[in-house]
């Protein structure tokens, strides 16, 4: 990702906050940034009221999922598959830790199924949470599998024991 795409993305933050009365300055956490390999807009809160804020971040963080999606889908459009920046609103410190709330679910997940041997549904949770989960797990755990199942807004991630070519279960060493 370029230099113009996180400077885009701040100022679409910025004018999108302007037009709903919520002037507010969005910084990049460069930090984030460069661990995640997704941009991170940070809206700045002091500027915010607490009704203002929590509004913002929504139930269980749906608004700022909804401003996130809106964000990856509008400054992403007709650009090609290799040319998209990935973006995330952070508000409040509500991704962080979010994050770390999904992966202690992931740690417990990974437990349960290494114990029992058997799949582990997790809670609903939202597309971009599911992903993260999937994403962190793979990474972390040759020895598992995630697929989601359902639909929408019931959609699950299962976690289970990956399988090798032979039809035998793995284990971890």
Do not use: F
């Amino acid at each position: 990702m370029d230099a113009q795409q996180i400077q885009q993305g701040q100022q679409w933050l910025e004018e999108m906050l302007r037009l709903a009365c919520l002037p507010a300055a969005v910084q990049v956490d460069q930090s984030q940034t460069e661990a995640e390999g997704s941009c991170w807009l940070v809206i700045d809160q002091a500027a915010l009221s607490p009704a203002q804020t929590e509004a913002l971040i929504g139930t269980g963080g749906s608004g700022l999922d909804a401003i996130q999606y809106l964000a990856n889908t509008i400054l992403n459009i007709g650009k090609a598959e290799g040319a998209q920046t990935a973006y995330t609103v952070e508000l409040a410190g509500y991704r962080m830790q979010r994050q770390a709330e999904l992966q202690a679910l992931a740690e417990a997940a990974v437990l349960q199924v290494r114990e029992t041997g058997g799949e582990y549904e997790m809670a609903a949770l939202s597309a971009a949470e599911r992903r993260q989960v999937h994403t962190y797990l793979k990474a972390t755990y040759s020895d598992l599998a995630t697929q989601s199942r359902g639909k929408e807004p019931d959609r699950r991630l299962v976690v289970s024991l990956a399988v090798s070519l032979m039809g035998e279960t793995e284990t971890a060493p």
